[in-house]
C-alpha cells in the first residue's frame, strides 16, 4: 500500500543521514587519532570490542554492489535493524547521533569500515524493500493521480455554471417594475383588512359571553360552562395582540377559577348526597379541564373533611343535649374533648346516630365506586374504543387511575371513620354501663366492624383494640361484682329444690336466647363466625349490608326485642310428686317378689329377730325414683345459669376477650363445685376420711391455692393477688347438717350436690360453642378444663354421700360390739352374732329415712345408688376392721364370720335392691385368708395391698399357730414393713 510504502521511506532516511554525518564529523577525529595508535590490536581489545555493536556473521568485506540477491539473507538483516528505527518516534529521532554515541572514544578504522559496512548492508536492504514495494504500487499511484485531474476538470465546470447562475439572477433583479409590486402590497393590505373585521366581530362575541357562562353555572351545566369558557380562552389567544383583549383573557381566566371552585363545592356534596346524574355532570366537567386525576384527590379530602364535621357535629349536638345548653361554647373544643363530656343516659343513643352518619358516608364512597366501574365498562365497550389515539390512551390512564386511587382510598376513608369511632369510645368508662347497655354498645361496634370488613376487607384493629380495652376493663369489673354476688347467693342458699319443668334446659332461659335456633335473625342477633354449630340455625346468613341498604335504612337501625318472658317453673300438675305418695296409691304389687312381700325370716332359725318396717312401700319406693325427670337445682344455680348466659353473649359480642370470658367462666363453675365441696361433703371428723378421687381432690387443691382466699388473709396479702381471688364461703346457718331426722341433710345434699351435676352437663351441653369462640392456640386450655374439672363433678357424689352414710350407720356401736365377740370357740355355730342384727337394723333405718327424704325432694335412682353403695361399702369396711381385731381365731370362729357375713348378705338383699352388693369380695377374701397355706398366704398378703397394715397384721397374728408358722412371723411382718413403705 501506498501508506506502507511510505513508512519504509521514513524509516530509511536516518540511514542516509548517518552515513553523512559519520564520514564528515569523525573522519578528520579519526585520522588523528589513528597516527597515535600503538597497533590496530591494542586499539581493538576485547574491553572496546564489547561497546561495539556485535556483526552479523553474514556481512562480508566486499564491494557492496557485488552483494548477493539473497531474500533469507535479507530478511537476517532487516531482523538485526535496531527496533528504535521502527518506533512511533522514528522521525524525531537524530539517527546519526544516536549511532556515533554508541562508538567508543577510541575507534579502530578497521572495525569502523565493518560497521560502515554493515549500516550500509542494512540501507541497501531497506532500500530495495522500498523500491519494491513502490513497484508494486505503481499501478494503484496512476489510477488515483488520474482521478485527481478528473475532480479538478469538474470543479472547473461547476465554476463557470455559478458565474452564468449569478449574471442571470443579476438580470431578472432588475427586470421588475415598481408597478408589479405596488399591486401585491394592495392585495396584501385587503387581505389583512379582512382577518381585522372577522377579528372584530369575534371580539364583540367574547364581550357578550360572560352572560351565557353565569346562565350555565346556575342550571349547574358545569361541562357546558368549561366548554363554552375553553372556547372563549383559546378565541382570545388568537388574538392577543390586540389590547382590549388581554382584560378579558384576565376575565376569562377568573371565571374558569370561580367555575372550579363551584365544581370543588359541588364535589363536596357528594360526600354527604351521592346524585349519579350529578356526578356525572361533575366528571364531565373535570374531563373537559383535564382534571380528571385533581378530581379524585380532592374528592377524598372532602371524604376526609366529611367525616370529621360529622362525626364533630352529631358529638357536638349531644354534649349541648346533656348539657342543655347551646351558646356555642363547646364548639371550640377539640373532638375528643366532646367524647369525654357524653353522658351514661346519651351514651348508646350518640353512638347509634355516629354510626349512621359514618355509614351514609361509606355508603356514598361505596356509590362513586360503583357509578366508575359501571362508566369504565360503557367506555371500554367495543363500540366506544378508538384506534389507539392519544386521547384514547389518556382516557385509559386516567380510567386505571381513579379505580387505584379509590380502591386505595377504602382503607383510608375507613381508618378516619375507625379513629373517630375509637376516639368517642375511650372518651368515657364504660365499666359503670349496665349490663344489657354494655352489649347493645357491643352490638352496635361489631356490626361496624363488619361494615368495615365488607367495606375494605379490613380486621378494623383500631376497632378491635379500642373495644378490647373497654371489654377489659368492664369485664373485669363485671365479673368481680358476680363473683361476690355468687358468694352472696350461696351463703344464704337454703338449697331446697327449685321447680322448674321436666323439659328444662338453659336455653330456656332468658339469658339464652340467642342460642336458640332461629329463621328470622334481627338485625342484631350475632352469628359465630365459624359454621357448624348445633345451637344455631343454619338459615342464619351474613348479610350485605351495601346491598340491603342501598336505597333505604341502615345497618345500626336497632330492632329491639322486647320479648324478656320465660316459662321455666312447674305448674302445680307439672310439679314433683312424692314418689313415695305414688307408692302408696299404686296398689298393683304383681311385680314385687313374694320374699319382699312379707317380714325377714331368717333362713337357718325360722325365727324373725328383726321386723323390718314398711316393705312394700320400700320395694314400690326403689321402682319409683327414676320416674321424675325434671333436674334437680337450686336458685343459686339458677342465678349461676344467668350468669353463663349473660358471659355467653359477652362471648357473641365480645369477641376480642372471648378467652378471658370463658376463664371466668371455669371460675364461676370452681367457686360453684369448691363451695359445695366445702359445705356438704364431710363434717368434723368425716372430712379428713373423705374418700376423694385423685381427679377431684387435685381440682379442689388447685381451686384452694388459685381462687379462694380467707377473710384473715386479706390484709396480708398484696392487691394485685386479690384481684382474681374470692373470699372462703361459708354455709348459710339456715342449713341444718345434724338433724337425724333429716338423715342428716340429705335432702340439702341432693339439691346441692345434683345442682353441680346439672351445671356441668349445661357446660358440656355450651363446650362445642365455646371452642368456636376463643382462638385455635387457647383450646387446649378449655379442654383441660372439661376433661379435669367439669368431668370430676359427678365424682362429687362420692364425698357427700359418704358423709350421710357415716353419720346415718352407728359404725363405732358395732365395732364395740364385735370387739366383744369371742372367734377362739370349739364348735361350730348355727346362730349369727347380734351385731348383724344391729347393723340390719340400723340399714333398714336408713332405707326408710331416705325414703322420708324422697317425699320432698327426688332421689334418682343414681343418688340412691350411690347412698346405698357409700353404705355398704363403709359397713363391709366395718367387717374387715372387726375381724381383724380378733386376737385369737380358731377355725370355728372364722367360720362364725362367714355365718355372720352370709347372714347380713341375705338380709341386705331384701333391704336394698343394689347389685351386686358393692366390695363383697374384700370381706370374703379376708375371711378366706385364714385357711390358706403358708407359701399361698405370704403371696396373698403381697398382692392385697387393698387393705390397711392393721388389718394385715391381725390377719397374721389369728393366723400363726393355726396353719402358719411361729417361724414365718417375722417374713410375714417384713412383707408389711414393706407395703407401708410402698404407701407412703
Not at 743 to 755: D, H, I, K, M, N
Request: with cysteine; glycine share 4%.
Amino acid at each position: 500500500d501506498a501508506h506502507f510504502v511510505r513508512a519504509y521511506a521514513l524509516e530509511a532516511r536516518p540511514w542516509s543521514r548517518l552515513i553523512e554525518m559519520a564520514f564528515k564529523g569523525k573522519l578528520g577525529s579519526l585520522l588523528r587519532k589513528q597516527s597515535s595508535a600503538k597497533s590496530s590490536d591494542e586499539l581493538v581489545s576485547p574491553d572496546r570490542e564489547a561497546h561495539y555493536p556485535p556483526l552479523d556473521a553474514g556481512y562480508v568485506h566486499h564491494d557492496d554492489r557485488n552483494l548477493p540477491n539473497d531474500p533469507l539473507l535479507d530478511a537476517e538483516v532487516m531482523e538485526s535493524i535496531e527496533k528504535v528505527y521502527f518506533s512511533a518516534g522514528a522521525g524525531q529521532t537524530d539517527c546519526s547521533e544516536y549511532e556515533l554515541k554508541k562508538l567508543p572514544e577510541k575507534v579502530d578504522l578497521q572495525l569502523l569500515e565493518l560497521y560502515k559496512h554493515k549500516l550500509t548492508r542494512q540501507l541497501q536492504v531497506v532500500s530495495k524493500k522500498v523500491s519494491y514495494l513502490v513497484l508494486e504500487n505503481h499501478s494503484a499511484y496512476v489510477q488515483e493521480l488520474q482521478r485527481v485531474i478528473e475532480l479538478q476538470k469538474t470543479l472547473q465546470s461547476t465554476h463557470s455554471i455559478s458565474k452564468d447562475a449569478r449574471s442571470c439572477l443579476t438580470e431578472a433583479k432588475y427586470g421588475f417594475t415598481e408597478s408589479s409590486l405596488a399591486l401585491l402590497a394592495n392585495y396584501r393590505k385587503k387581505i389583512k383588512l379582512q382577518n381585522l373585521m372577522r377579528s372584530l366581530r369575534t371580539i364583540k362575541t367574547l364581550q357578550k359571553t360572560d352572560i351565557r357562562l353565569f346562565e350555565l353555572l346556575e342550571e349547574e351545566d358545569y361541562s357546558g360552562a368549561i366548554q363554552l369558557c375553553l372556547e372563549c380562552q383559546k378565541a382570545a389567544a388568537t388574538y392577543r395582540h390586540f389590547k382590549c383583549i388581554s382584560e378579558l383573557s384576565s376575565k376569562l381566566q377568573d371565571t374558569l377559577e370561580q367555575i372550579e371552585e363551584q365544581l370543588d363545592q359541588a364535589l363536596a356534596k357528594i360526600c354527604i348526597h351521592f346524585d349519579s346524574c350529578n356526578y356525572g355532570k361533575l366528571q364531565a366537567a373535570y374531563r373537559l379541564v383535564g382534571k380528571t386525576q385533581t378530581s379524585m384527590d380532592q374528592l377524598h379530602m372532602h371524604f376526609a373533611t366529611a367525616i370529621h364535621n360529622t362525626a364533630f357535629n352529631i358529638v357536638l349536638g349531644y354534649v349541648e343535649l346533656c348539657a342543655g345548653v347551646g351558646d356555642g361554647s363547646f364548639q371550640r373544643m377539640q373532638y375528643s374533648e366532646l367524647c369525654s363530656r357524653i353522658s351514661m343516659e346519651c351514651f348508646t343513643p350518640c353512638l347509634v346516630d355516629l354510626c349512621k352518619a359514618l355509614w351514609q358516608v361509606m355508603l356514598n364512597y361505596h356509590k362513586t365506586i360503583d357509578w366508575h366501574q359501571s362508566h369504565d365498562l360503557a367506555e371500554q365497550s367495543p363500540d366506544s374504543q378508538d384506534n389507539g389515539s392519544t386521547e384514547e390512551l389518556e382516557a385509559v390512564f386516567n380510567r386505571n387511575y381513579v379505580k387505584k386511587k379509590l380502591e386505595h382510598g377504602r382503607a383510608r376513608i375507613w381508618q378516619d371513620m375507625q379513629q373517630k369511632v375509637k376516639s368517642y369510645l375511650l372518651g368515657i368508662d364504660l365499666s359503670t354501663f349496665k349490663f344489657d347497655d354494655f352489649i347493645n354498645i357491643h352490638d352496635v361496634v361489631n356490626r361496624l366492624i363488619q361494615v368495615g370488613q365488607q367495606f375494605c376487607d379490613s380486621a378494623s384493629e383500631c376497632l378491635q383494640d379500642s373495644i378490647r380495652k373497654q371489654s377489659l376493663n368492664y369485664f373485669r369489673n363485671y365479673h368481680r361484682s358476680r363473683m361476690d354476688e355468687l358468694r352472696m347467693f350461696l351463703e344464704t342458699e337454703p338449697w331446697t329444690l327449685c321447680p322448674v319443668k321436666q323439659n328444662f334446659t338453659i336455653l330456656n332461659l332468658q339469658e339464652f336466647k340467642f342460642l336458640r335456633p332461629s329463621t328470622s335473625p334481627g338485625p342484631f342477633s350475632e352469628v359465630p363466625e365459624e359454621s357448624g354449630s348445633p345451637l344455631l340455625s343454619p338459615t342464619q346468613e351474613v348479610v350485605d349490608y351495601f346491598t340491603a341498604f342501598i336505597t333505604d335504612g341502615t345497618p345500626f337501625d336497632i330492632g329491639h326485642d322486647d320479648e324478656n318472658t320465660e316459662d321455666i317453673l312447674a305448674a302445680s300438675t307439672d310439679g314433683y310428686s312424692s314418689p313415695l305418695s305414688e307408692a302408696e296409691n299404686d296398689t298393683d304389687d304383681s311385680d314385687v317378689p313374694d320374699e319382699l312381700k312379707q317380714d325377714f325370716i331368717d333362713e337357718h332359725t325360722g325365727e324373725t329377730p328383726v321386723k323390718l318396717t314398711s316393705e312394700k312401700p320400700k320395694a314400690k319406693l326403689t321402682r319409683q325414683y327414676t320416674k321424675s325427670g325434671a333436674p334437680i337445682l337450686a336458685n343459686t344455680t339458677l342465678h349461676v345459669l344467668r350468669f353463663l348466659g349473660k358471659y355467653m353473649q359477652m362471648i357473641s359480642v365480645l369477641k376480642p376477650i372471648a378467652f378471658d370470658v370463658v376463664i371466668c367462666m371455669s371460675q364461676i363453675f370452681d367457686y360453684y363445685l369448691y363451695s359445695v365441696n366445702e359445705f356438704f361433703a364431710g363434717d368434723g371428723d368425716c372430712k379428713t376420711t373423705m374418700p376423694y378421687s385423685h381427679k377431684l381432690y387435685t381440682t379442689l387443691k388447685r381451686i384452694n391455692d388459685n381462687l379462694i382466699i380467707l377473710q384473715q388473709d386479706v390484709d396480708t396479702t398484696p392487691a394485685n393477688l386479690q384481684k382474681d381471688r374470692v373470699l372462703y364461703p361459708h354455709r348459710s346457718p339456715v342449713v341444718n347438717l345434724l338433724n337425724p331426722d333429716k338423715l342428716f341433710g340429705l335432702a340439702e345434699r341432693v339439691a346441692a350436690t345434683e345442682s353441680v351435676i346439672f351445671l356441668a352437663k349445661q357446660f358440656q351441653f355450651l363446650q362445642s360453642h365455646l371452642e368456636m369462640m376463643i382462638p385455635q392456640n387457647k383450646r387446649p386450655f378449655l379442654q383441660q378444663f372439661y376433661t379435669q374439672t367439669v368431668s370430676s363433678a359427678t365424682e362429687l357424689r362420692r364425698p357427700v354421700y359418704n358423709t350421710v352414710s357415716q353419720l346415718a350407720l352407728d359404725y363405732d356401736t358395732v365395732l364395740q360390739d364385735m370387739y366383744t365377740v369371742k372367734w377362739d370357740i370349739k364348735d361350730i355355730m348355727s346362730q349369727h352374732n347380734s351385731y348383724i342384727d344391729t347393723m340390719l337394723k340400723d340399714l333398714d333405718g336408713f332405707g326408710t329415712s331416705i325414703a322420708e327424704v324422697a317425699k320432698s325432694i327426688p332421689i334418682q335412682r343414681s343418688v340412691y345408688n350411690n347412698l346405698w353403695v357409700q353404705a355398704v361399702v363403709t359397713v363391709n369396711r366395718t367387717f374387715v376392721e372387726g375381724f381383724s381385731a380378733a386376737k385369737k381365731c380358731s377355725n370355728e370362729g372364722r367360720a362364725l364370720m362367714q355365718l355372720d357375713y352370709q347372714q347380713f348378705l341375705i338380709n341386705l338383699e331384701k333391704i336394698t335392691e343394689i347389685r351386686p352388693i358393692p366390695e363383697r369380695e374384700f370381706v370374703e377374701n379376708y375371711i378366706k385368708a385364714f385357711y390358706l397355706p403358708e407359701m399361698e398366704f405370704e403371696r396373698w398378703i403381697a398382692e392385697h395391698t387393698e387393705y390397711s397394715t392393721r388389718q394385715l397384721s391381725g390377719l397374721i397374728n389369728c393366723c400363726i399357730g393355726q396353719n402358719l408358722n411361729k417361724r414365718s412371723k417375722p417374713k410375714l411382718l417384713a412383707i408389711l414393713e414393706e407395703i407401708d413403705k410402698n404407701r407412703r
